[in-house]
């Protein structure tokens, strides 16, 4: 089974930072047309973060627009979503996202936490 395999979750507090990394199969990758992130709190759904395409036209909810940076480095495989001035509403589980050849593809999540 194809994993997308995301790293860099975390405890921060108030208004702190990370990055988020996402590592996808060559295969996967190369043909994607979207990359992204979406999350899910405790008790809440899945919804969507931040999105990038082949050509790195982004979208982000308007939650974290001004605040969350998404990016690529196709040498590398890998998606990020630099995440500032955290909130404590921001605390969920991140997956990683990928589309391609009609199939959509998803990491197991990461576990971003902000403490009041």
């Known amino acids: 089974q194809v994993q997308l395999v995301e790293s860099g979750g975390g405890l921060v507090q108030d208004g702190g930072s990370l990055r988020l990394s996402c590592a996808a199969p060559g295969s996967i990758f190369s043909i994607a047309t979207v990359m992204g992130w979406f999350r899910q709190a405790q008790g809440k759904q899945r919804e969507l973060v931040a999105t990038?395409?082949?050509?790195?036209?982004?979208n982000y909810a308007g939650s974290v627009k001004g605040r969350f940076t998404i990016s690529r480095d196709n040498a590398k495989n890998t998606v990020y979503l630099q995440m500032n001035s955290l909130k404590p509403e921001d605390t969920a589980v991140y997956y990683c996202?990928?589309?391609?050849?009609?199939?959509?593809?998803w990491g197991q999540g990461t576990q971003v936490t902000v403490s009041s």
């Open positions: 990038i395409t082949k050509s790195n036209y982004t």
């Open positions: 996202y990928g589309f391609a050849g009609g199939t959509a593809y």
